[in-house]
């Protein structure tokens, strides 16, 4: 019986080659999209997992609360982990890492090679203890104990001694020699740390004291399976108070809370990371895009399954009147539902490798066919197959086993209303998610747009980037000459970070301010940064030559450093831009005065708002140097300006960025959702057309005769079409009637995770309609024109 009825599946899907082909095709695009999408959720949920003791390391993220002002950091003091280490037996061990790149990449050396490493690490000779890296030479319980000791991946043995033994080797970092005490195998991807250069804490200045006046370096510890959480915390909390008791007044607090490792790259909700993070909401909305288009490729199945089984009514018919039970009909539905979507899961894995590498390029991972063998990956596959086949296989099924072979011989068989309900709510449901996805992709790029083209109170465009060290420092005043003498050159100038996001955070007193301890933000900057920068002075004046020389000068006692601050510390303080000139205020320790009010600049993400902002001129802190260019011929200037930085900091290679890319790059997250939502909303599209293909050709079918007789009576084509297109018409606008608010609603609360947002507005509502009124008229009209131009004869003479 089951080899008949394997038989006679493949003859009917062979006889009816066009229909299976669309319903092969519609699975397989469906179920691959799917399969791509797990594998990549599965992919950012496993990250940091690999870890022996994943589950039992955590993070110590500090909390500042301070004069109405609060933030929250990865970043913690020097004393945090002995702290922790001697008070809590719950501790089995612990690290601190301190990455470079905060500041400025290091340099390393060999031979005559220098590179800018920009994954360069720190870390106590405890981090095996905690993490469980692979190393592959050298000892982990020695490898960073020794000062000046350093630990290479072996993509950078390949790089800086290629096929030779690395260990026991030396290399410089910056001006100092480190021996290699080991090699490391590659940091896996999948990772929120991420380093090729693992150095021992001990190298530091800040390894010989414990501090808490400081905060730089990462924590994290290992607990037992016991620790109490809160009770840790707390207890931290009490041990602070006692440490640093003459800081707390009123509701001024320090406090730390230990973050699960394992939730950092999805879950984290600090405004800066080590590195780029993912987002547990964003997977949440792929998931669902994924599961969608899943549900729209099955839709596609029942709608064409129903749409054909007419051809199937006399068989089934016969059938039944030779003896065949309504079960052993149902059964051979069913298999032949299994057998297409087995074979579009075959196609589907054909389709995933053909689109691995632009679906790595579209969400930036480094996914390869191997990731397709995971077992979860395997068995969501074959649960893929069993539930889309009866899904999309048991209604078809049902419906033409159910057939009374009396009126189907007789020629009086008719579709049941229930049945041509249910699949017009199919169609609806099909371009509901299609609109869905169309608003989401236009709103996303509308918001990305607003992002790009926001005044954020700088000039971000044609500004070089370049990270900077002590050598480069001491160097500026030689390299600012020798650069503005160009004419592609308009201005050079120094500060501690970026103005595209900047996180050093200080403490301020500014005399006769109610809140003597409020937290702020703080850049520090050459004399003519904020000239350069384009930022806007409202009150008061900008720097002076005389403000650098009494903020250098060599006695720390006798310095006295001009403030410039923001409108929003202004307000928070609740003091006029006038009443705040000339006011003597100290920014952690630093002595001075207000001389001038800057208008609030965006100075982070659009996702956060514009907080407190002091400058200031402190040049032992510049890790980064600004050139703006003035010319279009920017490959010239570079390479010009290449040859200058060549000339008088050859040992620092020139390595830099641009500020605008540097912006851009905070919403990469959001770029790659709208990647993915404009590729599965075209695939959305497409997919949900084949089903109304298949809903548009079994109307044709059934009113064949009726057509024939409009055109007999004279009939035009442009009325047949309309007859015809009609009906799909008024599913389409229910499809946007459902669909429209839902997606207004869904947008703005996405939306809402922005401080600084564009609205949802109408175009992305009114356009998504358009959109899909023209794609379905183009799908409607290959059916519709055709049954139209059908000679009538033909038709009645079937009929």
């Not at 190298?203 to 840790?232: C, D, H, M, P, Q």
């Not at 809140?515 to 703080?522: D, H």
Request: hydrophobic residues 45%; neutral net charge.
């Amino acid at each position: 019986m089951l080899k008949n009825y394997i038989k006679i599946a493949f003859r009917n899907l062979v006889r009816r080659i066009g229909y299976t082909s669309i319903n092969v095709f519609g699975l397989a695009v469906g179920i691959s999209c799917c399969l791509l999408i797990g594998i990549y959720v599965l992919d950012e949920m496993s990250y940091d997992k690999f870890h022996t003791n994943a589950d039992n390391i955590y993070r110590v993220n500090i909390n500042y609360s301070m004069g109405g002002t609060s933030q929250s950091m990865y970043v913690t003091p020097t004393a945090l982990l002995p702290t922790m280490s001697r008070e809590f037996n719950e501790v089995v061990s612990g690290t601190r890492i301190f990455d470079v790149a905060m500041f400025s990449p290091e340099v390393v050396s060999l031979n005559d090679a220098s590179f800018q490493e920009e994954r360069f690490f720190y870390a106590d000779s405890t981090f095996f203890d905690v993490f469980s890296f692979e190393l592959k030479e050298g000892v982990k319980e020695k490898a960073l104990v020794d000062p000046n000791s350093v630990i290479l991946t072996e993509s950078m043995v390949a790089k800086y001694f290629g096929d030779n033994d690395a260990l026991g080797e030396v290399i410089k970092v910056g001006q100092t020699e480190y021996k290699v005490t080991g090699v490391l195998k590659d940091i896996p991807d999948n990772s929120h740390l991420k380093f090729d250069f693992l150095a021992s804490f001990s190298s530091l200045r800040a390894s010989k004291g414990e501090t808490w006046w400081s905060a730089n370096y990462a924590t994290y510890v290992l607990l037992n399976n016991t620790a109490n959480i809160s009770k840790i915390e707390d207890g931290i909390e009490n041990v602070v108070r006692e440490a640093l008791g003459e800081v707390f007044q009123n509701d001024d607090r320090i406090s730390f809370d230990l973050f699960p490792m394992t939730d950092i790259h999805l879950r984290s909700k600090l405004s800066t990371e080590m590195q780029t993070q993912g987002d547990i909401k964003y997977i949440y909305i792929i998931t669902l895009i994924g599961f969608l288009i899943l549900v729209i490729a099955c839709i596609n199945y029942m709608n064409l399954a129903t749409a054909r089984s007419m051809d199937r009514a006399r068989e089934v018919g016969m059938r039944k009147v030779l003896g065949a039970a309504k079960r052993q009909l149902f059964n051979q539905f069913m298999g032949e539902s299994v057998i297409v979507t087995t074979l579009a899961a075959v196609i589907a894995l054909v389709i995933i490798n053909i689109a691995l590498l632009p679906f790595n390029n579209l969400t930036g991972k480094t996914l390869t066919t191997a990731d397709i063998l995971d077992p979860v990956i395997l068995s969501g596959l074959v649960s893929i197959i069993i539930l889309v086949a009866f899904l999309a296989g048991a209604y078809p099924a049902l419906s033409i086993s159910s057939l009374q072979p009396g009126n189907v011989l007789k020629g009086t068989f008719k579709r049941s209303k229930t049945g041509g309900l249910l699949r017009k709510v199919l169609v609806v449901v099909q371009f509901s998610i299609s609109i869905l996805l169309i608003i989401g992709t236009m709103v996303i790029y509308k918001q990305l747009n607003f992002m790009q083209n926001k005044k954020l109170g700088y000039s971000k465009d044609n500004v070089l980037v370049l990270p900077t060290d002590r050598q480069v420092n001491q160097n500026f005043q030689a390299i600012k000459s020798a650069l503005e003498q160009r004419a592609d050159v308009g201005g050079v100038s120094m500060a501690s970070e970026s103005p595209t996001e900047i996180n050093g955070g200080y403490g301020i007193e500014i005399q006769g301010v109610e809140a003597p301890n409020s937290n702020t933000v703080a850049l520090t900057v050459d004399r003519e940064f904020t000239k350069n920068m384009e930022m806007e002075i409202i009150h008061g004046r900008e720097f002076t030559e005389a403000d650098t020389k009494l903020a250098t000068l060599d006695s720390i006692e006798l310095r006295q450093y001009a403030f410039i601050v923001n409108e929003m510390l202004l307000n928070q303080l609740m003091i006029s831009p006038e009443n705040a000139l000339g006011r003597n205020a100290k920014v952690s320790g630093r002595s001075g005065q207000i001389v001038g009010v800057v208008k609030d600049f965006h100075f982070a993400s659009l996702h956060r708002k514009i907080n407190p902002l002091v400058l200031f001129i402190e040049p032992a802190q510049y890790n980064k140097l600004f050139i703006k260019l003035k010319s279009d011929n920017v490959n010239q200037s570079l390479s010009e300006i290449e040859s200058v930085w060549k000339q008088i900091v050859p040992e620092r290679p020139f390595v830099y960025s641009f500020m605008d890319e540097d912006y851009d790059a905070l919403y990469r997250s959001e770029q790659r959702l709208g990647n993915i939502f404009i590729v599965f909303a075209t695939l959305a599209i497409i997919i949900g057309c084949l089903g109304l293909l298949g809903l548009v050709s079994f109307t044709v079918q059934q009113r064949n005769k009726e057509i024939g007789v409009r055109k007999v009576l004279g009939a035009s084509v442009s009325s047949i079409f309309i007859l015809i297109s009609e009906d799909f018409g008024k599913l389409i606008l229910v499809a946007f009637v459902v669909s429209a608010p839902i997606g207004y609603y869904l947008m703005s609360d996405w939306l809402g995770g922005f401080e600084y947002r564009t609205v949802v507005g109408v175009v992305p509502i009114v356009s998504s309609m358009i959109i899909t009124i023209l794609v379905a008229i183009a799908t409607i009209s290959y059916n519709s024109i055709s049954a139209a131009t059908t000679n009538p004869v033909t038709t009645l003479r079937n009929e």
